[in-house]
Structures are given as structure tokens and as C-alpha cells.
């Protein structure tokens, strides 16, 4: 990663819909909407941000919103990685739910990516990065705020999993 936060971010559960300039992807390991590996190659130089809905220790962020993580279950998740050495635990929620996840996870090392859709980007305090739009239904607008995390980020993705 060579640009210094504050950075855009971009997220879809349709891979294609992101733009292949994007300099920072986030897309999903796990569940419904998981991406093939083959697709993460469509942005080579981006850094990847990897997105868990279930709980895999691959992932950087833990989905915290309806029908994916809970609070709860989101701190078990950082536990886990933190037993297996990773630190680089993020938590992504919406705004609405922000005390409840920081009460589940009081006590651990984690950082927070929060949803707050004001269509304008703007940081939210104690967060490393806000998701601020939707874009025609084809992707998610956030902007990383802390080149600390997204340099924590990219380490952890070394090796990168997704081999060609």
C-alpha cells in the first residue's frame, strides 16, 4: 500500500462491480456471498481487506449485522485469532450497534469499521475506517482513516492466500 489513509474503500458482494482502479477491496471469505479466489486477482496491486460472515480466521473483518455475527459471537472470533497470533482483528457494524459490539467486546485489541450511511465521507470517532454510501446498488463507498490499520492490513495478508 502506497497512498496514506485516508483512502477509499470499496466493497460489493458482486466482485465485478467494483472498479478495477479500486486501491482497496474488501470482499467476503465466507457465506452467501463468498468470492472465488480468481476473483480477488482482478485487482493486483489493491490492498484486499477479507470480510468473514461465519467466523474464518482468514478474514480481517468480522460481519457484524443481521443474518451474519453477532456482538458476541464477534468477540469469540477475535479470541480465536488471537489465540492463533493474528491482531489485526476488525470489527464492521453499523453506527446503531456500535456500543453493543465495543460492551461484547470490551477488554481486546481490535479495531472498528463502521457503517454510517451520510453519503459524504467523514470519520467516525474511534474507528479506523466508514462505510458513507451505496453506489447504484453495484458497491459500497467506505474511507480508511488509519494507514496504521491498513498497513496492519496488508501484513496479515502475507502470503497472500488467494495463490494464482
Known amino acids: 500500500m502506497t497512498k496514506q489513509a485516508p ?3 470499496y466493497d460489493a458482494v458482486t466482485p465485478h462491480n467494483i472498479p478495477e482502479s479500486a486501491e482497496v477491496v474488501a470482499g467476503y471469505v465466507d457465506g452467501n456471498f463468498a468470492w472465488p479466489p480468481e476473483a480477488w486477482h482482478r485487482w493486483p496491486d489493491a ?5 468473514t460472515v461465519f467466523g474464518s480466521t482468514k478474514g480481517n473483518v468480522a460481519d457484524v449485522e443481521s443474518g451474519n455475527m453477532t456482538p458476541g459471537e464477534a468477540r469469540k472470533w477475535i479470541e480465536a485469532k488471537h489465540r492463533e497470533g493474528m491482531h489485526e482483528s476488525t470489527v464492521y457494524c453499523s453506527r446503531s450497534i456500535l456500543d453493543e459490539v465495543r460492551a461484547a467486546c470490551r477488554g481486546l485489541d481490535y479495531s472498528i469499521w463502521v457503517a454510517d450511511w451520510t453519503g459524504s465521507p467523514h470519520q467516525v470517532p474511534d474507528t479506523v475506517a466508514t462505510q458513507y454510501k451505496n453506489v447504484d446498488n ?4 467506505s474511507m480508511a482513516y488509519s494507514q496504521e490499520w491498513l498497513d496492519v492490513i496488508n501484513k496479515a495478508n502475507r502470503p497472500w492466500p488467494y495463490r494464482r
Not at 490492498?47 to 470480510?51: E, F, G, P
Not at 453495484?138 to 463507498?141: F, I, K, N, S, V
Open 7 to 9: 483512502v477509499k474503500m
Open 47 to 51: 490492498l484486499k481487506v477479507l470480510i
Open 138 to 141: 453495484a458497491y459500497d463507498l
